[in-house]
């Protein structure tokens, strides 16, 4: 028990001596040890590291799961060490919803075919999500956070600890020198009584003299200083070289950071293949759309006339060169009209559905017309000696 009050009591002291010490920096009343300004510099990057390394993290999160009660609910699982549930993605929940709609309102009907297709597409979109929240976690999100839990907590203790090492150095340094300025003034006024409130209590030997007591204070007060120094300097060094493994960080990171571009851009890559093959078995690209009793809006495009015809999609026969029941136009038999031609630039990449449609490049000019009966989205085109339907969609449309 004594062993622990004098423990006790020496920690106090300690923590009571660096209190001085930061109080008078503070206020300008005592001199602070300056570290030299490669250290400064690397302290900075150190903190800009580990700020924007918290930014992104939060904001990585924020992208991967939008809901912040799910987030919360994440974080607590973490916390506590225990396996995080797995929950369905909106775009599987959706599916969900449609197929159960469809199975309702009758699947074998037109409405409860396309949302059984919708659904199908949808929940694949929703495992592509899940396959890329997973990957992004693992590759990305777990070392970032590893960092700011395990390294950069290793960094602020030795940073702590520098801080208290040079407030021990300089507590020495401004005791040695009240310690020498003492010496100095019972130097020139001969053997005199030393003040003990200058320094701390000594067991000093009353009959000395007292420039004999100062000097062995200043003896004492500069061991104190070679060996606050000597802490001091090896913790700089441990903390310098800690610092400088921020550069094997960003390393990481940017490793990391490719990583969670490769498994984004094959999520966005797998999303448009589903969405486009979705498209396909809807027949937007290569079908059109026949009337039914149930009117419709009037499509979008500025050139269709105003008509109430109802979105049902067909397989495609000529794209709209016949009408219903009359046999279909060879394309090679149609002649371009006298007048009406235009050039047209295509804007995106169009994979030709068969062989009535002509396969388009991005940026390729080709020359277009439309005939008497053609549905008002596709227009025919011609490349060289090929023909075939294009979608005006694809298509900016030439003086």
């Known amino acids: 028990?004594?062993?622990?009050?004098?423990?006790?009591?020496?920690?106090?002291?300690?923590?009571?001596?660096?209190?001085?010490?930061?109080?008078?920096?503070?206020?300008?009343?005592?001199?602070?040890?300056?570290?030299?300004?490669?250290f400064e510099n690397l302290l900075a990057r150190a903190d800009s590291t580990k700020n924007w390394t918290e930014k992104?993290?939060?904001q990585t999160e924020v992208l991967l799961q939008p809901n912040p009660s799910a987030r919360v609910e994440e974080f607590l699982y973490e916390k506590l060490d225990r396996k995080v549930p797995s929950r369905v993605t909106n775009g599987e929940l959706l599916a969900q919803y449609m197929a159960e709609a469809a199975s309702e309102l009758g699947p074998t009907t037109p409405y409860g075919k396309t949302l059984i297709k919708v659904a199908e597409a949808e929940k694949r979109l929703g495992a592509?999500?899940?396959?890329?929240?997973?990957?992004?976690?693992?590759?990305?999100?777990?070392?970032?956070?590893?960092?700011?839990?395990?390294?950069?907590?290793?960094?602020s203790k030795e940073r702590r600890l520098l801080q208290n090492r040079r407030l021990d150095l300089d507590a020495c340094k401004a005791r040695l020198k009240k310690a020498k300025a003492a010496e100095a003034k019972a130097t020139c006024e001969g053997d005199t009584v030393p003040d003990f409130q200058e320094t701390r209590p000594r067991n000093y030997i009353l009959s000395a003299s007292a420039s004999?007591?100062?000097?062995?204070?200043?003896?004492?007060?500069?061991?104190?200083?070679?060996?606050?120094?000597?802490?001091?300097?090896?913790?700089?060094?441990?903390?310098?070289l800690l610092l400088e493994g921020i550069s094997s960080t960003h390393?990481?990171?940017?490793?990391?950071?490719?990583?969670?571009?490769?498994?984004?851009?094959?999520?966005?890559?797998?999303?448009?293949?589903?969405?486009?093959?979705?498209?396909?078995?809807?027949?937007r690209f290569p079908g059109t759309f026949v009337g039914t009793t149930e009117p419709a809006s009037p499509p979008l495009s500025s050139t269709s006339p105003t008509t109430t015809a109802a979105t049902m999609p067909v397989e495609p026969s000529v794209a709209g060169l016949a009408p219903p029941g009359e046999a279909a136009l060879c394309l090679e038999e149609v002649a371009p009209p006298a007048s009406g031609t235009r050039k047209a630039r295509v804007l995106y990449d169009y994979e030709a559905a068969d062989s009535s449609e002509l396969a388009l490049l991005a940026d390729e000019l080709i020359t277009v017309y439309s005939l008497p009966g053609m549905d008002p989205d596709?227009?025919?085109?011609?490349?060289?000696?090929?023909?075939?339907k294009v979608p005006v969609t694809y298509?900016?449309?030439l003086s």
Not at 253 to 281: G, P
């Open 128 to 155: 592509a999500e899940r396959d890329f929240i997973h990957t992004a976690s693992i590759n990305f999100l777990t070392p970032l956070r590893n960092f700011l839990e395990g390294d950069w907590k290793t960094i």
């Open 395 to 397: 298509l900016e449309l």
């Open 212 to 240: 004999a007591l100062w000097n062995d204070e200043v003896d004492k007060s500069e061991q104190e200083l070679r060996v606050a120094q000597t802490e001091f300097d090896r913790q700089a060094e441990v903390t310098r």
């Open 251 to 283: 390393v990481n990171h940017l490793r990391c950071l490719h990583e969670f571009v490769e498994s984004q851009t094959t999520y966005y890559a797998q999303c448009y293949r589903h969405m486009l093959d979705l498209q396909k078995q809807l027949g």
């Open 56 to 58: 992104i993290l939060r």
């Open 1 to 38: 028990m004594d062993f622990n009050m004098k423990k006790l009591a020496s920690d106090a002291g300690i923590f009571f001596t660096r209190a001085v010490q930061f109080t008078e920096e503070k206020f300008g009343q005592a001199e602070k040890t300056e570290l030299d300004a490669h």
């Open 378 to 388: 596709w227009l025919i085109g011609e490349r060289g000696n090929k023909k075939g």
